[in-house]
């Protein structure tokens, strides 16, 4: 097909990898390319990834890195393994880099205890799986600096980033128990954005969206405002 190139100048492009190199310490595969084939994308991108993970919003930056190990280990992604190097420069420890592996990995199988809890409880009674399931992770974390607030907040990322809506439920409401910020839910969440993907994080706002609307949880008046809000999106119209 004939068309006109939209390729940035070799000196345009040269400059704009400097730049992204300067500002993130290193390249990747992707950043060439966009710098090179639409760099207005690029700036948008680099806009984005800076405001989601760069920039220091509500966690501090062990708590927030803490996040996005369980995140990785949970898709088993190693393209974005500085945030190790990141958490322990922010006073993490390899302790808490096993744990978040080993959350990852009870996150993973956690649907075996959902499908227990809900297929063989009228044979074993005893079978309760959100409680069975909590007291594994409580048991992980027991003795490590993981306090219940940044376990919760960590399973949240990690549940949105799965697609597991009834643990990410379950750790919304626990959460809510344990008084954590809902500035902190939203800013854990987000970090799914990326390495879970958009749609996973859109539809882990409508869970969490949907428990405030119901009334499952008792939220601030700004999240109360935002749960009730008509956000039908794009089937309003049809």
């Known amino acids: 097909m004939a068309h006109e190139p939209n390729v940035t100048s070799t000196a345009e492009f040269a400059k704009q990898l400097e730049e992204i190199k300067k500002k993130r310490g290193y390249l990747m595969p992707h950043h060439g390319l966009l710098a090179l084939t639409a760099p207005e994308l690029l700036a948008g991108y680099d806009a984005c990834y800076s405001a989601l993970t760069l920039k220091q919003r509500q966690l501090a930056a062990a708590e927030k890195e803490f996040i996005w190990l369980g995140i990785l280990a949970a898709r088993e992604e190693y393209l974005a393994t ?23 990995a009870i996150a993973r199988g956690a649907g075996s205890l959902r499908f227990a809890s809900q297929y063989w409880h009228e044979q074993v009674p005893e079978i309760d799986g959100s409680s069975y399931y909590l007291n594994t992770l409580l048991k992980l974390t ?19 980033s799965l697609q597991n809506w009834q643990e990410l439920k379950w750790h919304i409401l626990w959460a809510y128990d344990e008084s954590v910020s809902e500035e902190y839910i939203a800013e854990a969440m987000s970090y799914s ?11 882990g706002c409508e869970v969490w969206r949907s428990m405030i609307a119901d009334g499952d949880v008792e939220a601030t008046e700004a999240f109360h405002l935002w749960a009730t809000t008509d956000q039908s999106g794009p089937s309003a119209a049809k």
């Open 193 to 203: 954005m990326f390495t879970g993907s958009i749609p996973f994080f859109i539809e």
């Open 82 to 104: 500085q945030h190790v190097t990141k958490f322990l420069n922010a006073g993490g420890t390899a302790v808490e880099v096993i744990a978040a592996t080993q959350l990852a």
């Open 142 to 160: 027991d003795g490590t600096p993981i306090d219940r607030p940044r376990l919760h907040l960590a399973m949240i990322a990690i549940h949105t």
